[in-house]
């Protein structure tokens, strides 16, 4: 019995080993891996969901926007080009199951109860130019869109 939470903990442990559960940021170079002295780190530090951050890919081999989210993605050093969009958010009412209670620890009933959630919109109502970044090998970058629809980098110190 005293057993049987270790083993459970043992086999979630293999299933996130080696089920692909990522933590690490993606890589955008071919070839083997460098050392992290020779890359750089850029990452979306504000607003990832109502203004994203996309790197375009101008080989067209693949996706032709790669999302740059907190993670980051690593890249050899170099001249970028970004584009960011912005989002509306809208509150939207649906519902949920509660249980109303009739009588205190003797019946009760289900009943709908109004929920508010927060929906981001469909299409972006604005999109910030095509911008190019340079970065330099073993430093680590800060991306974020601001209220004007302009993407703001800035250094946040070496990439270990």
Same mark, same amino acid.
């Given at each position: 019995?005293?057993?049987?939470? #270790?083993? @459970?903990? #043992?086999?979630?442990?293999?299933?996130? #080993?080696?089920?692909?559960?990522? #933590?690490?940021?993606?890589?955008?170079?071919?070839? $083997?891996?460098?050392?992290?002295?020779?890359?750089?780190? /850029?990452?979306?530090?504000?607003? @990832?969901?109502?203004?994203? /951050?996309?790197?375009?890919?101008?080989?067209?081999? =693949?996706? $032709?926007?790669?999302?740059?989210?907190?993670?980051? /993605?690593?890249?050899? $050093? =170099?001249?970028?080009?970004?584009?960011?969009?912005?989002?509306?958010?809208?509150?939207?009412?649906?519902?949920?199951?509660?249980?109303?209670?009739?009588?205190? =620890?003797?019946?009760?009933?289900?009943?709908?109860?109004?929920?508010?959630?927060?929906?981001?919109?469909?299409?972006?109502?604005?999109?910030?130019?095509?911008?190019?970044?340079?970065?330099?090998? =073993?430093?680590?970058?800060?991306?974020?869109?601001?209220?004007?629809?302009? /993407?703001?980098?800035?250094?946040?110190?070496?990439?270990?």
């Amino acid at each position: 019995m005293k057993a049987k939470p #270790f083993v @459970l903990m #043992f086999l979630l442990s293999a299933l996130i #080993f080696l089920g692909g559960c990522s #933590f690490y940021p993606r890589k955008l170079y071919s070839g $083997p891996d460098q050392p992290k002295t020779s890359l750089a780190l /850029i990452k979306q530090t504000d607003d @990832l969901e109502s203004r994203p /951050i996309y790197l375009l890919n101008l080989h067209k081999e =693949g996706e $032709p926007e790669i999302r740059v989210d907190d993670l980051g /993605i690593v890249v050899l $050093p =170099g001249a970028y080009t970004f584009k960011g969009y912005l989002y509306h958010y809208r509150y939207q009412e649906s519902a949920r199951l509660v249980d109303a209670t009739v009588y205190p =620890g003797q019946s009760s009933f289900p009943m709908h109860e109004p929920v508010l959630r927060k929906v981001r919109s469909v299409k972006p109502y604005a999109e910030t130019d095509a911008v190019k970044l340079t970065v330099k090998s =073993g430093f680590s970058y800060a991306l974020w869109c601001s209220d004007d629809a302009k /993407i703001h980098m800035k250094v946040l110190g070496s990439y270990p």
